[in-house]
């Protein structure tokens, strides 16, 4: 099958700097694929080669089985919505909606109801003409939506769209895209640092680190079974533990990950427990996050809220299902 | 400490303010006022009379007229010339990172901190070198020389405001460079270019020490009226000229001002 984008041991380097590094990636028609990493860790730059505006030092891009190499970004049928939303400040909502479509040659009668159709699509009817500097950001964020939709483009790039806006619009957001995304059926690559955004968000998620691509799978792959320190770590503060720890419970010597929610505090000493020290507890809401410190290894447990717990400062024990321990690969 | 934006300065404040200022203006006013005297021979305080002769004398100097076109094509060369090189310029300081950036930034603001006469000087002995006979051309390229650090300024802070995904933006869209030009950048910056075109026009209509050293037997208005100050007769007529000159260069000045001020309002409100 065709992927919709696809690396071949792709690398850039900015000078002695490897922002991407040999990647290869498989991305397929229809899917929303998130790129997820800490900052400088070349999810961007992978995005900017599928755009166009960075060419691969080495390595091969396709997009729909057509070589990307050399093409400038104005011949590529992909759009991006930039992370500032890069809105032009000079001309109204529907004229930057339309812009694709002018430059293009369309008339004017037709990019204008292409313009409003899709205005409707990101539900913002009749603000064609106010100026972007007279939106919320939230709004903003809509027509910049607008403005890479009304190309119909095979791949919708976008980069870390959700970053400005506040907790409660970026959630409505996220449901908002994923919609839209299954109804238009175009392939969305999405990057982000956020974890929760790109495991409630993608089909499948790609965890960067360092210009290299740590793990593909699914939320559930990579929540579950992280395959290096690295994700167990970035995605969602697994705690990680080392290969004496893992020893005890698994026979195997190796590192392994266990989910805060997997852990559970008892008040009774037992044998088969971890004992630990209670070091703090903080109020998350529908669930409270303890801090521990098992003989000197510090591990995380979120509990729902609610229970009874012990003073910070006492002894508990730590039981968990030996199932939820996950052992990663060896050397990692 | 209590910021009082109401509360009125102290009236020794106010007194050194308004001498300020005067010091400044009454001499531009005496200008004004001997274009009106009867007596021509020399500058007569109180004038002992008042006349409106010397602009009908004016009009029919021919002199005049070809002074004045001379500066104005001048002027409107060595702007034109400056906007495309200053804007050029400005795009690549701004938009790129490259060896050596700021030093190129500094020395192409260099020409307006030097001297005039430096400027002057040093051209002068490049065209004898190069055995270029001073003609218009060489008065034009003398002026392009600041005209272009006043274009490059203007448009490298308007750059510098301007998001560079704006370009990037429309390359995504299909834009390529001449539709991005046209369509986006040319939109943003083309207030701050007006108001550093204008600013040139005026920095060079009133030049005379760089024109001094390269001009040929052409002779600018400003040069005209300098050896005009020196024979004794029909003075005034300097003076009418010399209003039609603070004329002609404060309404681009302030023009140049409205338009930059708007300006910074449209950009500050895109982002």
Known sequence: MTSAVSFRKVSRHFGSVRAVDAVDLDIVPGEFFAMLGPSGSGKTTCLRLIAGFEQPTAGEIRIFDEKADGVPPYRRNVNTVFQDYALFPHLNVLDNVAYGLMVKGIGKAERRRAAEETLTLVKLPGYGARKPGQLSGGQRQRVALARALVNKPKVLLLDEPLGALDLKLREQMQEELKALQRRLGITFVFVTHDQGEALSMADRVAVFNDGRIMQVGTPSEIYERPQSRFVADFVGSSNVLPPDFVQRYSGQRRWGSLRPESIRIGRNVSGDGVAAKLVSASYLGATTRLALDAEGLRLHATVPSGAALPPEGETVTLTFNREHLHLMEEGA | ?271
């Not at chain 2, 006349?51 to 029919?60: D, G, M, N, P, R």
């Not at chain 2, 006043?150 to 405001?161: I, K």
């Not at chain 2, 301007?162 to 986006?184: K, N």
């Not at chain 2, 338009?259 to 950009?267: F, K, M, S, V």
């Open chain 2, 1 to 271: 400490m209590r910021s009082d934006r109401s509360q009125s300065a102290p009236l020794g404040l106010k007194i050194a303010a308004a001498c300020g200022l005067l010091f400044l203006h009454l001499p531009l006013l005496l200008i004004f006022v001997y274009a009106f005297t009867t007596e021509e021979k020399s500058y007569q305080w109180p004038p002992p009379g008042f006349t409106t002769q010397w602009f009908a004398v004016t009009w029919s100097r021919p002199d005049v007229w070809q002074a004045l076109s001379l500066s104005v094509q001048v002027a409107a060369i060595s702007t034109a010339v400056a906007l495309v090189l200053g804007t050029l310029c400005a795009a690549a300081v701004s938009q790129t990172r490259f060896f050596g950036r700021e030093t190129i930034s500094l020395l192409v603001i260099l020409p307006i901190a030097l001297p005039g006469i430096i400027t002057g000087i040093a051209l002068r002995s490049a065209f004898n070198l190069a055995e270029i006979p001073f003609s218009f051309w060489t008065i034009v390229l003398g002026h392009a020389t600041f005209c272009v650090v006043v274009v490059y300024n203007n448009a490298v802070a308007r750059f510098r405001r301007t998001s560079g995904s704006l370009i990037e933006a429309s390359m995504d869209l299909g834009a390529d460079g001449f539709q991005t030009f046209r369509h986006v950048i040319l939109p943003n910056i083309g207030t701050a270019l007006l108001a550093g075109g204008m600013l040139a026009f005026a920095l060079s209509f009133d030049e005379v020490i760089v024109t001094t050293f390269t001009a040929g037997q052409q002779q600018t208005l400003p040069i005209w009226m300098l050896e005009e100050l020196v024979r004794p007769r029909q003075r005034p007529v300097t003076n009418v000229v010399a209003m039609v000159v603070v004329l002609v260069t404060l309404l681009p000045i302030l023009a140049a001002y409205y338009l930059t001020r708007d300006g910074d309002q449209i950009a500050g409100a895109g982002k």
